[in-house]
């Protein structure tokens, strides 16, 4: 038999001594998900805390799944369950499964359902019925769901932040007089690809949400200036991201209000909008945007140099610009930048497809922007690497030139 002594000198097991409470404030020490998952490993009794402590998840999983996992992971608050578009599979996702994600993760604020292909209107119902305190839902090409579906959602989650429907072929300005009437601490809406959009649903999404800071109404084909300044009006302290690539229909009108009202925009998209002129690019240079970051304007054949050498002079935190295919615009736009000002901040910048602009120009530009880290000069009949090393132009040390195509153009420019 064991003495006292002998089993006093034994070693003590940390799970009799530390408490739950004490393991959890271990845990929540941990930085990153990769040791919190290791802290699961160590026993039943760790994993069952690491389970409840637990806040995000991604996974594919079928409805006896989830009911396991909403028993086990009982403060979640994010769930992905998107489909990548390379690897999505169908059905995937179904409306039975967004019946039990609303029935059991009920502190659930995030879920992403990106490409999820399967799901219906039916599904979305669920959603709307069962998470009252949902903040973000993403459901971006989800090809199938209507405004039924998604005002349902508007109508049960007066807390919805962020709603991503990009792709969403069947929406239309319904689930926009659902957002306005429901969800007035809307920050982030995408409709790319939206194309049932039009000025009526952003006029009525302006009454009731005042607090969008981004907006992608990207290839929106119906949207014009009459629904775009409106928002830019309702909005105007907030808006700081505004996405128009491909709006026909948008023109000065738009740039003009933007110019007037949004005094916080960081990034514009204009691309493809034809319509914009030197007007309304000189108005939006004229307003004195500091806080411009990013303006994307290719493929505006009526802007030239005058306009464009007003946004280089007077937007002088611009970081990228994008004035591909500005067929018009020459070296003028760079030789009448100011040298009484400090040097730009510019890191990106698309010429391509500018034909009319030189090595010359090039080198002037150069002469302003210490901080250039990609140049894109393709199709650019007079600006060549031959040209540029004759001309002895030096580019920034961490500065990739794109003459050809070779090197990839940064994933996220705008």
């Not at 002895?392 to 961490?398: T, V």
């Amino acid at each position: 038999m064991a003495s006292v002594d002998a089993v006093s000198d034994s070693p003590l097991c940390i799970n009799d001594v530390l408490t739950d409470d004490e393991l959890r404030f271990i845990l929540a020490r941990l930085d990153n998900d990769k040791d919190k998952d290791i802290f699961g490993l160590v026993c039943k009794r760790w994993l069952h805390l690491q389970s409840t402590q637990r806040k995000k998840l991604a996974a594919r999983a079928g409805p006896h799944m989830l009911r396991g996992m909403a028993t086990r992971f009982t403060s979640l608050v994010e769930l992905d369950l998107s489909q990548s578009v390379s690897r999505s599979f169908y059905p995937g996702v179904t409306d039975s499964d967004l019946s039990v994600i609303a029935n059991g993760f009920r502190y659930l604020r995030v879920l992403n359902l990106q490409n999820c292909k399967g799901i219906t209107d039916v599904g979305m119902a669920a959603i709307g019925e069962g998470l009252s305190t949902l903040q973000a839902l993403d459901v971006s090409s989800c090809r199938q769901l209507t405004d039924k579906g998604l005002s349902a959602v508007a109508k049960g989650c007066p807390d919805l932040r962020i709603l991503h429907l990009a792709g969403c072929r069947f929406v239309a300005d319904g689930i926009l007089e659902a957002l306005s009437k429901n969800c007035h601490n809307l920050e982030e809406l995408d409709l790319e690809r939206c194309i049932s959009i039009t000025d009526r649903g952003l006029t009525c999404l302006a009454s009731g949400c005042k607090l969008i800071k981004y907006l992608d109404i990207n290839k929106c084909s119906n949207v014009g200036d009459v629904g775009v300044s409106c928002l830019s009006k309702a909005c105007s302290s907030s808006l700081k991201t505004l996405k128009l690539l491909d709006c026909c229909k948008v023109g000065d009108e738009t740039i003009i209000s933007l110019a007037e009202f949004c005094n916080n925009l960081e990034t514009l998209i204009i691309g493809g909008c034809r319509d914009v002129s030197d007007d309304g690019i000189k108005s939006l240079a004229a307003s004195g945007r500091r806080n411009l970051k990013n303006l994307r304007m290719d493929w505006c054949s009526n802007i030239s140099d005058s306009s464009l050498s007003c946004i280089l002079n007077q937007c002088r935190n611009l970081e990228a610009l994008d004035i591909g295919c500005c067929e018009e615009v020459t070296d003028a736009a760079f030789q009448l930048i100011s040298s009484e000002e400090a040097a730009l901040d510019l890191k990106f910048l698309k010429v391509n497809n500018c034909p009319k602009i030189t090595v010359a120009g090039i080198g002037i530009l150069l002469g302003k922007c210490n901080y250039l880290e990609y140049l894109d000069v393709r199709s650019c009949p007079h600006v060549t690497k031959a040209g540029c090393d004759e001309a002895g132009l030096h580019f920034p040390e961490c500065c990739k030139v794109n003459f050809n195509g070779s090197i990839n153009e940064p994933v996220e420019l705008f």
